[in-house]
């Protein structure tokens, strides 16, 4: 079983920055991606970074050249870093992960099967 638990979120000024952190389990020696979403009041949930057990990693335009995805296999946690962070980028973001892995990591909401329970980020003037 898979479980993932957000860490992180906060309240920052424009032009700050934060790092997320991702707490997962049921993952480690397994062909995974993993995958950090967003999702703003009154909007669609968003793909913002992906990564795979190759450490293959890719972004959305939503928020790239601003963040980072990594991981630490040893204390099995994704990262992900934002910079430059502005009001638009207010959002509960979301850390997940599928098992089902092709080759590539898909960044639509549908293709995860598992999340974890969100953490707020607010960016404010």
């Known amino acids: 079983q898979v479980h993932l638990v957000e860490s992180g979120g906060g309240s920052v000024q424009a032009g700050g920055s934060l790092r997320l952190s991702c707490a997962a389990s049921g993952v480690k020696y397994r062909r995974y991606c993993m995958a950090w979403f967003r999702q703003a009041p009154g909007k669609e949930r968003e793909g913002v970074a992906f990564?795979?057990?190759?450490?293959?990693?890719s972004y959305t335009e939503s928020m790239a050249g601003r963040v980072t995805i990594s991981q630490d296999n040893a204390q099995n946690t994704l990262y992900l870093q934002m910079a430059s962070l502005k009001p638009e980028d207010t959002a509960v973001y979301y850390c997940?992960?599928?098992?089902?892995?092709?080759?590539?990591?898909?960044?639509?909401?549908?293709?995860?099967?598992?999340w974890g329970q969100g953490t707020q980020v607010t960016v404010s003037l």
């Open positions: 990564l795979d057990h190759n450490v293959h990693l």
């Open positions: 997940a992960a599928d098992l089902r892995y092709s080759g590539w990591c898909p960044q639509g909401r549908i293709d995860y099967v598992y």
